[in-house]
C-alpha cells in the first residue's frame, strides 16, 4: 500500500522567507505525487504534479518541489513567502495500477506572518 | 465556464435521516471521486466511479452509497448507518483513470448532523 507523511501540521514563516513543507512517501513501485493548496471552506486547487519526467516540478504560485528517489520525499518550496500563501497543502500519491486513487497526507497549514 | 459543482455548501440533518449531496461536473469527465475531510486527517476516499454505470468502494465506504447513471452526476448518499456523518464532502473528477490524470475538485459541501 502506498501512503505520505506530512512532517509539521502547523508551519509558520515570515512574509518574505522561505517556504519548506516537507512530504515522504511510501510505495513500492515509482509513485506519481501532487501537492494541492487549499483555502478555507472550499475545493482543493493544485499546485503541481510529479510524473516520472523532469525530477524538479515548477507549479503555479512560484511552488516547486523536486523529486528525490533516494530520500522518498517531494518536499515543496517556494523562495519568498506572500501572505496569500497562507492555506492548507496537502501532499497526495497515486499508483501506477489501480487507476488514479489518490491518498492523501494529512496536511501542513501555512501561516505568514508580517 | 467548465467547473465542478455541489450543492447545497451547507447541509444540516437530524441524526438517523438520510442524506443526498450533488456532485455535476461539465468537464466531459470519465472518472468521479468522493471523499470526506475531518480535521487534522487529510482527504479519505469513499466511493469512485471510472465509468458510468460503474463504481467501486473507497477506504471508508461503510454508510455511504452512490450512483453514476449519467457521466456528468455522481450523488453521494450519507445513510444513518454512517457513525460520525459530520464532515466536510469533496467531489472531484478526473479526464480519465490513469495514475497521471489531475484530479478536478469541487467547492465541498459541510455536513453537519444534529
Known amino acids: 500500500a502506498q501512503s505520505v507523511t506530512q512532517l509539521g501540521s502547523h508551519v509558520s514563516v515570515s512574509e518574505g522567507a522561505l517556504v519548506l513543507l516537507r512530504c515522504n512517501y511510501s510505495?513500492?513501485?515509482?509513485?506519481?505525487l501532487f501537492w494541492y493548496v487549499q483555502y478555507p471552506n472550499q475545493g482543493l486547487q493544485l499546485l503541481l504534479k510529479?510524473?516520472?519526467?523532469?525530477?524538479l516540478v515548477k507549479g503555479i504560485n512560484g511552488f516547486e518541489a523536486e523529486f528525490k528517489k533516494s530520500e522518498t520525499s517531494f518536499h515543496l518550496t517556494k523562495p519568498s513567502a506572500h501572505m496569500s500563501d497562507a492555506a492548507e497543502y496537502f501532499c497526495?500519491?497515486?499508483?501506477?495500477?489501480?487507476?488514479?486513487?489518490?491518498?492523501f497526507g494529512t496536511g501542513t497549514q501555512l501561516k505568514v506572518e508580517l | 465556464d467548465g467547473g465542478i459543482t455541489q450543492s447545497p455548501k451547507y447541509l444540516f440533518r437530524k441524526e438517523g435521516q438520510n442524506v443526498t449531496l450533488s456532485c455535476e461536473q461539465n468537464?466531459?469527465?470519465?472518472?468521479m471521486y468522493w471523499y470526506r475531510q475531518d480535521p487534522g486527517q487529510g482527504l479519505r476516499l469513499i466511493y469512485y466511479?471510472?465509468?458510468?454505470?460503474?463504481?467501486q468502494k473507497g477506504d471508508i465506504a461503510e454508510g455511504y452509497s452512490v450512483s453514476r447513471e449519467k457521466k456528468e452526476s455522481f450523488p453521494l448518499t450519507v445513510t444513518s448507518a454512517q457513525k460520525n456523518p459530520t464532515a466536510f464532502y469533496l467531489c472531484?473528477?478526473?479526464?480519465?483513470?490513469?495514475?497521471?490524470?489531475?484530479?478536478?475538485f469541487g467547492p465541498g459541501t459541510r455536513l453537519t448532523v444534529l
Open positions: 472531484a473528477s478526473s479526464i480519465g483513470s490513469l495514475g497521471t490524470n489531475e484530479q478536478f
Open positions: 510505495s513500492s513501485v515509482p509513485p506519481y
Open positions: 510529479y510524473t516520472s519526467a523532469a525530477t
Open positions: 497526495a500519491v497515486s499508483g501506477r495500477r489501480g487507476g488514479n486513487k489518490l491518498t
Open positions: 468537464l466531459n469527465h470519465d472518472a
Open positions: 466511479s471510472q465509468i458510468v454505470n460503474d463504481f
